[in-house]
């Protein structure tokens, strides 16, 4: 399958390509020339596949045209080898649990497989060249990130996140580790961070000193895989009933967007989700766009829902191409609400209180969104993105109550701090970059 960028400047890559680049030429983001449909009868008896055998089916409806089916079987099996576990919070609303993995955050998924994914393309290679992973991360992308990619050969990783702007455990998952992980403690907010990204790619003198690559959700190998997600929810469902399934919602925790879009793949691909729902915390970015038709980034601002905070997500462009720029058509399979942290704050409590069940901050928002969106006869499925331990502090001062670490938590708090502090400055990363050439 070739791809083409977002920016229309560029077309016919092939995955190879795509992969190992990350961003396009002409600053745009790849997409797959097409988007095959999946025939009935995989819907009709998913229910009664397995997860690995349903998410090589879909894998290789994306990618079999450029992986050996061996190989691409081989990747989905090292991926997906944690439980997902559907849990009934409410009649009518369902949690996703994504954060069974080694990270305990819902991108475990993605970072994984692109990792096996990137080094099969790296050995293909005419001239072998070492692979430098830059990625920006507001808390989760930069775990398990670092953890997919931990000891990878041929691959070098760059961690950019927001000094103080991530929870201590999630700091300590890819600040901890060394060896071929760097992470480097940046003087600003994700924006920041995500432009030095994006800058990198595109500066002439470090693309020839360095390859260099990405594994935020700009990568298609990283985002395209958490498509597996909705297609499980959707079988998890159909166990259920035939009616819940057939009147699925999902909601999703928006901070990049990525996990939305692979959503919306999913659906293109022919699942039958009814719709979307984009649930947002002050950083609104995309319901300002619903409402008004208008897209205005701005500064992202600090909140609970920390992985959230993205004043422009890169994976809008990807929203709009899909739907040939059609705010109509967008309104009409997404809608969104907007949530402060006080109200995320109550929605924890009260959920705690009524249903016993512990929400993040981040499912707080998919879960409140449910509460406040769904219709008579739908079945809603909000994505719990990471570990309610993975904000301990927050989470238990919320529900005044203790919050037990995981032991994988526990044994990334006990590692020591590697960091290499940096200021948003273009140039001084650069110079950085450089100098490890």
Known sequence: MLYYSTNKQVEGIGLSEAVIKGLADDKGLFMPNYIPVLPDMFYRNIDKQAFRDMAYTVAYMLFGEDVHANMLKMMVNDT?????????????????????????????????????????????????????????????????????????????????????????????????????????????????????????????????????????????????????????????????????????????????????????????????????????????????????????????????????????????????DLYGHSHEAIRAEISGYRYTDEQIAGTMRTCRAETGYVLDPHGACGYQALQDGLQAGEYGVFLETAHPAKFVETVSSILNEDIELPEKLVEFMKGEKQTVPLTADFEAFKAYLLSKA
């Open 80 to 320: 997906l080898n944690f439980d997902v576990p559907l849990v009934k919070v409410t009649d009518r609303i369902f949690s996703l649990e994504l954060f069974h993995g080694p990270t305990l955050a819902f991108k475990d998924v993605g970072a994984r497989f692109m990792s096996r994914m990137l080094s099969y393309f790296i050995q293909r290679q005419d001239e072998r060249r070492d692979v430098n992973v830059l990625v920006a991360t507001s808390g989760d992308t930069g775990s398990a990130v670092a953890n997919g990619f931990l000891d990878v050969e041929g691959i070098h990783v760059y961690v950019l996140y927001p000094k103080g702007q991530v929870s201590p455990v999630q700091e300590s998952q890819f600040t901890t580790l060394g060896r071929n992980i760097t992470a480097l403690e940046v003087e600003g907010s994700f924006d920041d961070c995500q432009a030095l990204v994006k800058a990198a790619f595109l500066d002439d003198e470090l693309n020839k000193a360095m390859q260099l690559t990405s594994a935020n959700s700009i990568n298609v190998a990283r985002f395209i895989p958490q498509a597996f997600y909705y297609f499980y929810a959707y079988a998890q469902l159909k166990m259920i009933s035939e009616e819940a399934a057939a009147n699925m919602v999902v909601c999703v925790p928006s901070g990049n967007f990525g996990n939305l879009t692979a959503g919306l793949i999913a659906r293109r691909m022919g699942l039958p989700v009814k719709r979307f729902i984009a649930a947002n915390n002050r950083n609104d970015i995309f319901l300002e766009y619903l409402q008004t038709g208008e897209y205005k980034p701005r500064p992202s601002v600090p909140t609970l829902a920390n992985a959230m905070d993205v004043g422009n997500p890169s994976n809008f462009a990807r929203i709009l």
